[in-house]
């Protein structure tokens, strides 16, 4: 009867670990899709803001000079190479 309770509790102990070992797996996967997110999020927001922040000043500036869409067109091109080259430093900064 000991050995029987010794076996089962070996095999319970056994599956035990099995479980927790596919749990901790499971859990480094989904904080690696969480920091996978949270990068994709963050470059999008970078992108997006970088560029609309400059067609605002381009449009302030076209306002106050009373000129058209040069200015415009002017700062959102400096907006779309500003986020370009965020992106390029956060690729940077990953790679290291």
């Given at each position: 009867?000991?050995?029987?309770?010794?076996?089962?509790?070996?095999?319970?102990?056994?599956?035990?670990?099995?479980?927790?070992?596919?749990?901790?797996?499971?859990?480094?996967?989904?904080?690696?899709?969480n920091s996978a997110l949270g990068l994709g999020l963050k470059?999008?927001?970078?992108?997006?803001?970088?560029?609309?922040?400059?067609?605002?000043?381009?449009?302030?500036?076209?306002?106050?000079?009373?000129?058209?869409?040069?200015?415009?067109?002017?700062?959102?091109?400096?907006?779309?190479?500003?986020?370009?080259?965020?992106?390029?430093?956060?690729?940077?900064?990953?790679?290291k």
């Amino acid at each position: 009867m000991n050995d029987e309770k010794k076996s089962f509790q070996q095999k319970l102990a056994s599956r035990i670990k099995k479980k927790k070992s596919k749990n901790l797996k499971s859990e480094k996967i989904s904080k690696q899709n969480n920091s996978a997110l949270g990068l994709g999020l963050k470059l999008a927001t970078d992108f997006v803001v970088t560029i609309i922040v400059g067609c605002l000043i381009g449009l302030g500036v076209d306002k106050m000079l009373e000129t058209k869409p040069i200015f415009f067109l002017i700062f959102l091109f400096l907006g779309i190479a500003g986020a370009f080259l965020n992106i390029y430093r956060t690729v940077l900064k990953l790679n290291k």
